[in-house]
Structures are given as C-alpha cells and as structure tokens.
C-alpha cells in the first residue's frame, strides 16, 4: 500500500482492546502508525499503544481533532453519547466509524450532527486477524468512504455489508457475540475430557484440535454440517449415544435460543443508550 492511498489522519475515541486490533491491524499493513491518533484517557493504556504501534495519543480530544479525516469511536455503548457531546466541538467533517454494539446508525447521525457514518460490528476474532464484521452505511457515506471502510477492516478478518440497524443486531447475536457461545462449549468439552481422567493441559489440546480439526475439515468442502455429522455418526455407534444425549438435553435449540436472546438484547441496548434514553 502506498501512503497516498491513506487518509491524511485517522482518530480512534477509546483505545481499548478492539482499538488496538484494529490500529494494529492497520499498522500491520502498512498504515503510518504518525496518521493514526488514538484519544484514551488511561495513562498505561496509551503507553502500551505507543510503544506496541508507535501510534500518536492523546489523553483527551483538542483541535487536533479536527484534522482527523476518519474518526472510530470505540468506547462502550454505555459512555458513546458522552464521549460524542464532550468532543463534538473538535469534530471536522470526518467519515464517522463506530463500533459500539447496539447503537443504532441515526443515533449517531442525530448526536454528531452528520450522516457519514459507518456502524461496524466486529468480534474478538479481529485481535488475531481471524475476525468477522458486519458493516451498515448512512447514506451519507461515499464508494470511497466504503473503500476506506473496508480497508481499515482489512487486517481484522472478514467482512460484510448488510443494509440495516436490525440486520447489524442480527450480526451482533451470532458473530459479535459468537465467539463466547463457541467458549462456553470449548469449556463445557474441556470439563467432559477432564471427568474421563485427561488432565487440564491434555484436555484443553484434545478439545482444541478435535475443534481445529472439525472446522478445517468443514471449510475444506461445501458439504452441509448436518452431512458432515452424520457421515461420523455410525448405527448404534459411540457418536449415535452422544448425539442422541445432545438432542435429548435441547443443546440445538438452547443454542438457538440464546442467539434470539443476544439479538433481542441488541434492540434493547439501542433503547437504553441511544435516542430513548433520557438526556
Ligand atoms: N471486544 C469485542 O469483542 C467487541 C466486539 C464487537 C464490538 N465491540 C465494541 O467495541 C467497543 C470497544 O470495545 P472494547 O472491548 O475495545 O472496550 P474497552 O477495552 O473497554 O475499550 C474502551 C476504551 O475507551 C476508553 N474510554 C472511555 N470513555 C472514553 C472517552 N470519553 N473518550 C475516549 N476514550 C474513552 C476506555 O477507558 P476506561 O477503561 O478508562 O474507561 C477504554 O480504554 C464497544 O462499544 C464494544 O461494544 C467490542
């Protein structure tokens, strides 16, 4: 990449861990770490930015701001509107980038005053380049600006656009949130192995491969995952009694319904933090 593909400046409000993945990333690839400023008020925290990425940070917004062609705002849902009304007398006219899950698109329209703006949701897999984003654009927001979008993403892992706040919420329950749901069964198998006389270091590598091996396998061919579990799951077989066992206890359907749940909590989030709430 050469550097006058770059925006002159891109700011980042919140400097926590998505932040890092995401400026990392950028740096990675070939982004000057001096046009990326990183807006975080804790003191180790911009240390730990500066010398792992070499970007520039500020302990809060001043008139630097203003020459920030992006802006990413990359603070908790809960503190988003705050950070927004505390730095809105240093904002340009920049591409606004937020991440904060559950606050809806004409939220951050309304509060910044602007409708270039880009919602992402990313997931934790983007801290190690194997993440995948949904991303929803105001129409506000020009082809390049979707370029630029899709090029600070790059160092993330995948992504792809969908066309409204609720397909974002939809985004949210399943791969947002995703990789905690695929935790809590690596835990639960980690358990199982264990209560089977494996210890704990032996456990986790057994559940791990086994589910390093499964994916690749599964990635490796278009073949349905219902194909793919059946073509393991032999009559009368020891995978017929634990399938039989999963089915029995709802896991199916408990997954299932902890998405609806994510998604519906999504909506609720955008209630608590965005318009509805009380300024
Ligand atoms: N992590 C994920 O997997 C994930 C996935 C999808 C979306 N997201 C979204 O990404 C956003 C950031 O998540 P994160 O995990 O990176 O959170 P985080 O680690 O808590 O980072 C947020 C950072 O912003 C700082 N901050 C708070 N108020 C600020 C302000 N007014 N101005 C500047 N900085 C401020 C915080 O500092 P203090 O700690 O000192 O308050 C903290 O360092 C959230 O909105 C989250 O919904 C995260």
């Known amino acids: 990449m050469t550097d006058s593909s770059f925006p002159r400046q891109l700011a980042f409000v919140g400097g926590g861990q998505m932040a890092s993945a995401l400026a990392g990333g950028l740096v990675q690839a070939g982004w000057p770490a001096q046009a990326i400023l990183i807006v975080e008020p804790a003191a180790s925290q911009r240390s730990k930015l500066e010398s792992l990425l070499g970007v520039l940070t500020a302990e809060r917004a001043d008139e ?7 802006i990413v705002w990359a603070v908790k849902p809960q503190v988003l509107r705050e950070a927004v009304e505390s730095i809105q007398p240093f904002i340009g006219t920049p591409l606004h980038v937020s991440i904060a899950a559950g606050i809806s698109s004409e939220d951050l329209a309304a509060w910044t005053g602007s409708r270039r703006i880009v919602r992402v949701m990313p997931n934790t897999g983007a801290l190690v380049g194997a993440g995948v984003s ?69 456990a986790r590598e057994l559940v791990l491969q086994t589910t390093a091996g499964a994916i690749a396998q599964a990635r490796s061919s278009d073949t349905p995952f219902g194909t793919l579990r059946l073509n393991v799951t032999s009559k ?26 994510a998604y519906v909590r999504a909506g609720q989030l955008a209630k608590e933090f965005g318009a509805a709430r009380p300024c």
């Open 134 to 202: 949904g991303i929803l654009a105001l129409d506000g927001v020009t082809p390049d600006d979707r370029e630029l979008v899709a090029q600070i993403l790059l160092g993330t892992g995948d992504s792809f656009w969908v066309g409204s706040d609720e397909r974002l919420d939809a985004v949210t329950a399943v791969s947002g949130s995703g990789p905690a749901y695929v935790f809590h069964f690596l835990e639960a198998f980690q358990r199982a192995a264990q209560a089977h006389g494996f210890d704990e270091k032996q």
């Open 64 to 70: 630097s701001l203003r020459r920030a062609d992006v």
């Open 236 to 261: 009368r077989g020891t995978t017929e009694a634990a399938i039989a066992t999963l089915d029995a206890q709802g896991t199916g359907k408990a997954l299932e319904a902890a998405v609806h749940a």
